[in-house]
């Protein structure tokens, strides 16, 4: 579904990544892991055309490079960057609603969202830019479902957050796979990319230094030892 190949990436003269190549298939978690700062944010901003880039970004059998933001959103790639971006003057459910595609039939609703998180149901009309950090968090993820992607990348979900809301996090990244939507988590609590992933990449100094199953990177000491470990 995403077929990343040779990506490079820049910063003005600084060379972020350095031949980048990942796949993410039909229904399937894939785990984006590392240290921060190896250029694992910058692998999905690229592919949402934020980043100058060069080398092969296919969706679905389209290239994206060279698309705006929105216009790859369109496509049916969703993306829940770091930082949460919510709207903190206006409401949960306003937050939500803005998160819709027009003229498209979703696969997720309003009372989706709050069956999955009864807290933003509970908090449906309050401004966003009050929630605790666990329930912007989970109103980043909501708002982005709202606009039914195929394929979503998620940056750092469970950063920061206690560990009862880092448990909502996993069920709710099993719920879209359960719906049939491919996930790209960049993530570095080992434990949940391991528990959830049906694959991982570890990345190190902008390159993919290993990719495998969450039990072929279990048995590799090594790897997690030179790239993973504090």
């Known amino acids: 579904m995403l077929d990343i190949k040779n990506?490079?990436?820049?910063?003005?003269?600084?060379?972020?990544?350095?031949?980048?190549?990942?796949?993410?298939?039909?229904?399937?978690?894939?785990?984006?892991?590392?240290?921060?700062?190896?250029?694992?944010?910058?692998?999905?901003?690229?592919?949402?055309?934020?980043?100058?880039?060069?080398?092969?970004?296919?969706?679905?059998?389209?290239?994206?490079?060279?698309?705006?933001?929105?216009?790859?959103?369109?496509?049916g790639l969703g993306y829940v960057p770091e930082n949460r971006d919510i709207f903190p003057t206006l409401t949960v459910e306003q937050n939500l609603l803005l998160?819709?595609?027009?003229?498209?039939?979703?696969?997720?609703?309003?009372?989706?969202?709050?069956?999955?998180?009864?807290?933003?149901?509970?908090?449906?009309?309050?401004?966003?830019?009050?929630?605790?950090?666990?329930?912007?968090?989970?109103l980043t993820l909501c708002r982005t479902l709202m606009g039914d992607p195929d394929l979503i990348m998620i940056d750092e979900p469970t950063e920061g957050l206690a560990p009862k809301i880092v448990d909502l996090v996993a069920e709710y990244l099993k719920e879209l796979k359960n719906r049939g939507i491919s996930v790209l988590l960049v993530e570095q609590k080992l434990a949940i990319a391991l528990e959830i992933s049906q694959?991982?990449?570890?990345?190190?100094?902008?390159?993919i230094v290993f990719e495998g199953t969450p039990w072929h990177l279990r048995k590799d000491a090594a790897v997690r030892k030179e790239w993973l470990e504090v």
């Open 199 to 207: 694959r991982v990449y570890v990345m190190g100094h902008g390159s």
């Open 7 to 75: 990506l490079h990436a820049f910063y003005g003269k600084s060379h972020v990544l350095h031949g980048v190549d990942l796949h993410v298939g039909e229904g399937e978690i894939v785990s984006l892991l590392g240290r921060n700062g190896v250029g694992r944010s910058t692998t999905v901003k690229s592919t949402m055309g934020q980043v100058e880039v060069t080398g092969s970004i296919k969706f679905k059998g389209e290239e994206m490079i060279g698309l705006k933001a929105f216009e790859i959103a369109h496509k």
């Open 99 to 138: 998160g819709e595609k027009k003229g498209k039939k979703s696969r997720w609703q309003l009372e989706d969202m709050y069956k999955m998180f009864p807290r933003l149901k509970e908090r449906q009309n309050t401004a966003a830019g009050v929630l605790s950090g666990g329930e912007q968090q989970m």
